[in-house]
């Protein structure tokens, strides 16, 4: 692959992935569509993309996602969604992040990985971020909202650990889809009221599913390989930031002095945390 295909697919990518954060956000807030309701319009649409995917693309690697993954998945949708029904962008996506990598480190440090004081000091740091962003004050997000988006990226982080050498990684994402979706209808059945199904709200739910959650995995999964380690950890980074100014410049949510002294708190500790270690287990390696 060309490093000009390399870089346009992985801003693509980033761009996707904080697409989530946009539309679920917009669509909670300016259409009547319920969290339930988004969430399984999102998986269905979001399944459907990757089968076709899956149908289309060749690979010599084998996958098909299992049950205990798809309940990750779909804790992580439900979680988001019900986040985004009064946390605003910017916060959602920080909090969502900060809590994928604090579950991704935390499960190596449950296996025996060792942290240097530079990736304690990050550590420290990213915790103090979050810790601030989440403190009593007139611009703290609301704190329920802010557990369950905390709670949403426990889950992906989960998803993403069962996820590591299971096969296509396309694939494994298509069958877990899949599988989500029984979920998704029986727990939107239990909650369904008809004024919930905002045709606006369910058009932004399936261009979360097909566009931002479906392509936007397939097409990382195809510049992953392509990647360094380090590089394809340290560029998920931006997706807070392209989150942050987009609501900002479309939904017009304000960038406070809280939020973007917390943001490089927790997205300069993930950073020290991951460079290092890559940097170890290269000289490992070596």
């Given amino acids: 692959m060309s490093q000009k295909r390399l870089i346009a697919l992985t ?8 697409g989530n954060s946009l539309l679920c956000r917009t669509a909670l807030k300016h259409t009547s569509i319920d969290a339930a309701s988004f969430t399984t319009s999102r998986l ?9 995917v899956t149908r289309v693309k060749h690979s010599a690697q084998s996958g098909r996602g299992n049950w205990m993954s798809s309940c ?3 804790a992580y949708a439900a979680g988001f969604s019900f986040a985004y029904m009064s946390l605003p962008t910017a916060t959602g996506a920080l909090l969502l992040f900060g809590a994928v990598q604090a579950t991704m480190i935390g499960y190596g440090l449950f296996m025996g990985e060792r ?18 962003l989440l403190l009593p004050g007139i611009t703290a997000p609301p704190l329920a909202a802010s557990g369950l988006m905390l709670g949403a990226g426990m889950a992906w982080g989960i998803y993403s ?3 590591k050498g299971t096969g296509d990684p396309t694939r494994v994402t298509a069958g877990n889809f899949l599988r989500t979706v029984p979920l998704a209808v029986a727990w939107s059945g239990l909650t369904f009221h008809a004024s919930s199904l905002d045709s606006a709200g369910v058009w932004y739910a399936i261009l979360s599913g097909a566009l931002a959650s479906g392509l936007g995995y397939a097409i990382w999964y195809t510049v992953v390989p392509e990647m360094k380690a380090t590089s394809a950890s340290t560029v998920q980074l931006s997706v807070p930031v392209i989150a942050a100014l987009g609501g900002s410049a479309l939904l017009s949510e304000p960038i406070t002095l809280r939020l973007a002294l917390t943001s490089i708190a927790i997205l300069g ?12 287990d290269a000289q490992i390696s070596n």
């Avoid at 801003?11 to 904080?18: D, E, N, P, R, Y």
């Fill in 44 to 52: 269905i649409s979001g399944a459907i993309i990757l089968w076709l």
């Fill in 11 to 18: 801003a693509l990518a980033m761009i996707a992935f904080a």
């Fill in 161 to 163: 650990i069962r996820g």
């Fill in 72 to 74: 990750a998945l779909f």
């Fill in 115 to 132: 942290l240097i004081k530079l990736q304690i000091a990050g550590l420290v740091l990213a915790i103090v971020g979050i810790v601030g």
């Fill in 269 to 280: 500790g993930i950073t020290l945390v991951i460079r290092e270690r890559h940097n170890n």
